[in-house]
Structure formats: C-alpha cells, structure tokens
C-alpha cells in the first residue's frame, strides 16, 4: 500500500526513471534537492521589511495659494528670522519663479536678485549658519532667474555673484558646481550679457584657471565648456595668452575623455587670430587633425569607450579654422586621405553644421592645385548629387560647384 501511495507523487519523474529507483527513493532525491533550494534561498539577504520614510514636502514649503499675493507673502517670509519660515519661502519661490510671467514681475518690482544676492553673500561670508540646503537653493533661483534677459543682466553687473559661482566649481561641491557652471553658462549664452561679462578681465581668465588648476582631469562640467566658449569667440587672444592653446592641444594630443567634444570646439574657435594660427602651424596641427581621422580606422579594443569619436563636427571646424595661412595649405597637400575623410562625412552625416563645414573646408583645401585636381576627378559628382539640409550648406555647395566648373572651364 504504501509502496503504490509513493507512485502518486512525482508522475513525471515516476514514469521515466521507473526502471532505476523504486518511487521512495526518488521522492527522496526529490524532498533533498528542494531543500537544499529552500536554504539557498533563505541565505540570500532580503530588503528590510520597514515602514517608507515620512515625506517632507508639505513640510518644506510655505503654506500658500500660488496667485496674485504669493510673490508678496513669499518676499516677506524670506526676511524672517525663524530658519524653517525662510526654507520654506525659498523652496515655494523656486517653484513660483518657474513661470516667466511671475520671474519677470519678480524681477522688475520687487529687485529680487538683490535681495536673494544679500542672502547668498550672508551664507557665503558665513555670517549666518546653513540649518537645511540654503545656498543650493539660492543657486537654483539664480538659475531660474538667468534664463531672463533682465535678470541675467542683473546677475552679470554684480561682480560678487561671478566671483562667488567661480569658487563654487573651483571647490568641486557636489550639486552646486553644476549649478553654478549652468548659471555662467546661461549668462554668456545673451549677447548682451556676453559683453558685460568681457568688460571685466578676471572672467576669462577665472575661467581658465579652472581648466588650468588640473590639466590631467579627465572630465569637466559641460556647462563650463560652454561658457569658455561663449568667451573664446570673442577674444581668443586673451585664451592664448592664459595658456589654453597649450591646455587643449595637450587634450586632444593625448585623446582624453571627450576630446572631440568641446575641447575640439574651444581649439577651433583659438584658431580665429593670426596668433593662434601661427601656434597651429608650429605644432603641425594638419597632421594632428588627421591622425584624429585616421582613429577611425582603429579597431575598438584599440581605444577607450570615451576615447572613441561619436561627433565630428568639432573636428572639421578645426580643420578649417586652421586651414588659414600657405603653410597650412602646403601641409595639407601631403595627407591625401584627409580629403577623402571630409567628402564621406559630408555625404554621410544628418548634422546640417558638420555638411556645412565639410563644404566649406573643401572649398579651402581646393585652394591648392593638386587638391583640386583630385576633388574634380573623385568628388564633384557627389558634391552635384549631394542633397542638403539646410539653406547654408546649398549656399556652400553652390559655391564649391561654381569654383569647381570655372576652374575646369578656364583649363579648356
């Protein structure tokens, strides 16, 4: 009886094995392996079954009915003394200001900039103690407040706030470097603005001694390069003369982390004086360039995943910033491949700037004879043929085509 009852478990195993084992005994291989699965799974360490942290989100912020009167009631409770009243009237007026109508009414009437400057400078100079994230906050309403004309152009005439967002990315603060160097960026990014921030001379050169502080670091905020090179175009002289000519030919010589990104764009925009070309000429930088292209040819295990070109719109724009002086145009002649590696990204490429630039550096390298005899015979069906993205590259195309077919007429 009890021998027909072990049957019964273990169908499966029962009828293919029944020749082997008796029933008991494969049911007892059957209760040993899942105990043993059952211990294994209880040695694995679970998430502690707890109660969820208590929100503060009420908590942190002021009790008041976003309208008319808020703006008010909010100015008025930041002057409070009580530490908690002023959290929260600064959290509640980072979510208020988020619309441009009451940014700009802020602004205009009630001259927020200064009064959340006076506060800033208090914590900064630490005339009173941070209780919660109080300068964070700060930076996240000069934040919102640079993304308009008129409060980035109050932000800018205060030169204490640039020096103070300077020092914030310089000590590396973890949330409010980024912060910061997105508040400099917003800034540069106006015209209007631009030119107030280059009357005064320490902003390029603050700016470059935070690239300059540690040349070996692989990766700066992204915001920062930008608001280097809002500068760059304006005077590049001045970024030679700190020493960033050497900074990012070093960068791009020895293919760090997201060279071709803005380290190739900064480059680019130093080879806009005769200085900065004559730098260019004496550090061979067509080979420099070309050696970049010639990365492509590498197999991956070859380079590091950060070292890998992914944009090469940078890299043509230094091609042609640089492409300038004889000397330059004579070095070109010997890297016959480098006018075949601009024809397919220009051909190939969705981006309208790079096609754009692709054209244009053709346009310059067909200015030596041997290099235009060679885009005739190899590229100038492709050029006809090449459909572009946007007005300025069919400009650009239009031109090298007409150069192309005068050159070819005149030698008839």
Avoid at 166 to 186: G, S, T
Avoid at 247 to 276: D, Q, V, Y
Avoid at 304 to 319: D, G, H, I, T, Y
Wanted: a positive charge; one cysteine or more; proline letters at 4%.
């Amino acid at each position: 009886m009890w021998e027909q009852l072990e049957k019964y478990r273990n169908n499966f195993l029962q009828l293919e094995i029944k020749d082997v084992l008796k029933p008991g005994s494969i049911n007892l291989l059957q209760n040993t392996e899942w105990k043993e699965a059952t211990e294994r799974r209880d040695k694995c360490k679970s998430h502690p079954h707890g109660c969820p942290a208590r929100s503060t989100y009420f908590e942190d912020r002021a009790q008041l009915a976003y309208g008319w009167f808020a703006l008010p009631k909010l100015m008025k409770e930041m002057d409070s003394d009580v530490c908690l009243t002023h959290w929260q009237a600064i959290v509640s007026l980072t979510e208020f200001l988020l619309n441009p109508l009451n940014a700009q009414r802020a602004i205009t009437e009630i001259d927020i900039v200064r009064k959340v400057k006076n506060a800033f400078m208090r914590m900064r100079l630490q005339i009173h103690r941070e209780e919660y994230r109080e300068v964070e906050t700060y930076l996240k309403i000069f934040n919102i407040l640079s993304r308009n004309l008129n409060g980035a152009e109050n932000i800018a005439n205060r030169k204490c706030l640039r020096i103070e967002f300077y020092k914030i990315i310089e000590n590396r603060v973890p949330l409010q470097a980024d912060l910061a160097a997105e508040i400099l960026r917003n800034l540069t990014g106006k015209p209007k603005v631009l030119g107030i921030v280059m009357r005064d001379p320490d902003s390029l050169s603050s700016a470059a001694g935070l690239f300059m502080r540690d040349p070996c670091l692989p990766i700066y905020p992204r915001h920062l390069w930008h608001h280097l090179c809002h500068m760059l175009e304006l005077n590049p002289e001045r970024g030679i003369e700190l020493g960033l000519f050497e900074f990012l030919h070093s960068r791009i010589l020895n293919r760090l982390p997201f060279f071709w990104c803005m380290a190739t764009k900064a480059f680019a925009l130093l080879l806009r004086c005769p200085e900065g070309q004559r730098r260019f000429d004496a550090v061979d930088g067509v080979k420099l360039l070309f050696e970049v292209f010639q990365d492509k040819g590498k197999k991956p295990h070859q380079l590091l995943p950060r070292q890998k070109v992914m944009s090469w719109e940078f890299v043509v724009l230094a091609l042609l910033n640089g492409l300038h002086s004889k000397r330059a145009l004579w070095r070109s002649r010997e890297f016959t491949l480098l006018t075949c590696h601009v024809g397919r990204l220009m051909s190939t490429e969705t981006n309208p700037r790079l096609q754009l630039y692709c054209l244009k550096t053709l346009r310059q390298l067909a200015v030596m004879p041997c290099i235009k005899r060679y885009v005739i015979g190899n590229w100038l069906e492709d050029v006809r043929k090449l459909f572009c993205l946007n007005a300025d590259a069919e400009c650009a195309r239009d031109a090298l085509l007409d150069f192309l077919r005068r050159d070819l007429a005149d030698s008839t």
